[in-house]
């Protein structure tokens, strides 16, 4: 188990196997030593969108649940890159840059904090090498209605 | 005429001439293999925006024409990574990422598959090598109220 | 001082220290010769958010003033990128890509004239390096109810 499997178990938490997308894109892509992941949604754990995690920040979705959402992404996010490494995260040296998607009514103006369920998520499991450069903006509506996505740029071993 | 060209003459499509932009930036930058193309809107091969490219999902444009208008736009971003490789367009060695900006209302949910119009685009053109990761999302509103906008990063030779 | 930084003098500028951001992201990251910079909102440089640059654009915000928050959004930019290269900016080789993101109303299609602000800014200060790759979205709301926010990718010295 590689150590960002280890902290994230210690934290209650495993990374599932990820979805493929259902359309003609892939889940990655990796250039030299930049890994690019797609886009993910806040599927939870169990393969299933919670009805407390669709909808819109400042509407349906409270704060809290929105940034549960946003952590739930960042699971996501490293289930591909684990699967985008065959398998071994320990090839994962850091996180450059996370872009994080709210879907949130155009009075909703708390999206930072929305969005550190996702940041916190990456340091907890992979220490400094987790913090990221970060772009957050609101959106007005998301794939499958869901209420937070996020993609990565990840920096890998050569 | 290069493989890729090959493909879209099959399919009965042609790459025009792209635009250049009309403000202080630049269509593309190339920073080492990587390949960084501005968002492209759905103008028609004929130049024109169509006015059922105009508006928004969910509104006055229907799911088959988003699906046209995200076409469009890639082959307007194939058309702008012929230009920044002096025409040739077997320097291009893959897609590495897609981003997809949907214009939408917020009910509107079925974005991913308005965004395959331009994932189907670059796969038909590319094969393998135009596989790609991606990130949809829905926005509010786009330049000259089109319908969508789709940025992308490529992999060229060194 | 950087050419950059004697530019922005000769224009009456000068570049803020930069606001640390206070969650768990940083404000940049290198990987080689990419700087990763994120998302920076339009506060002035006397380290404020003026009430003219939040809401939105077809809201309460005119178009000049949105183009004044992109061009804040821009100097943000570079005093990140100064910060990032140990306050050396000429270790900043091009910029190559700059993300526009502009708080908006569904109606207000004038975004790239807004955009232009930034983009006007990079080249201003840059010269023809500053030119760059951009693409240009409407959003509901962004951070704080700023106006624009804008982030950006460029390429440094190796």
Redesign the interface.
């Given at each position: 188990m590689s150590p960002i499997e280890t902290r994230l178990a210690e934290l209650g938490l495993s990374l599932p196997v990820p979805v493929a997308?259902v359309?003609?894109?892939?889940?990655?892509?990796i250039?030299?030593?930049?890994l690019?992941?797609?886009?993910q949604i806040c599927i939870g754990p169990d393969g299933a969108l919670a009805p407390r995690h669709k909808g819109?920040l400042g509407g349906a979705v409270s704060p809290e649940d929105g940034a549960e959402a946003a952590k739930f992404c960042a699971i996501n996010l490293l289930a591909q890159a684990r699967a985008a490494l065959g398998g071994d995260l320990t090839r994962l040296k850091?996180?450059?840059?996370?872009?994080g998607?709210i879907a949130?009514?155009?009075?909703?103006?708390a999206?930072?904090q929305v969005?550190?369920g996702a940041?916190?998520l990456?340091?907890a499991a992979m220490g400094d090498a987790g913090?990221?450069?970060?772009?957050?903006?609101?959106?007005?509506?998301?794939?499958?209605?869901c209420a937070v996505?996020v993609?990565g740029?990840f920096?890998i071993a050569g």
């Amino acid at each position: 188990m590689s150590p960002i499997e280890t902290r994230l178990a210690e934290l209650g938490l495993s990374l599932p196997v990820p979805v493929a997308p259902v359309a003609n894109y892939v889940p990655y892509r990796i250039s030299g030593t930049l890994l690019v992941l797609s886009g993910q949604i806040c599927i939870g754990p169990d393969g299933a969108l919670a009805p407390r995690h669709k909808g819109k920040l400042g509407g349906a979705v409270s704060p809290e649940d929105g940034a549960e959402a946003a952590k739930f992404c960042a699971i996501n996010l490293l289930a591909q890159a684990r699967a985008a490494l065959g398998g071994d995260l320990t090839r994962l040296k850091s996180c450059l840059r996370l872009g994080g998607f709210i879907a949130a009514t155009p009075d909703f103006t708390a999206l930072p904090q929305v969005m550190n369920g996702a940041s916190d998520l990456m340091v907890a499991a992979m220490g400094d090498a987790g913090r990221h450069a970060r772009t957050t903006i609101g959106v007005p509506v998301l794939p499958l209605d869901c209420a937070v996505e996020v993609d990565g740029l990840f920096e890998i071993a050569g």
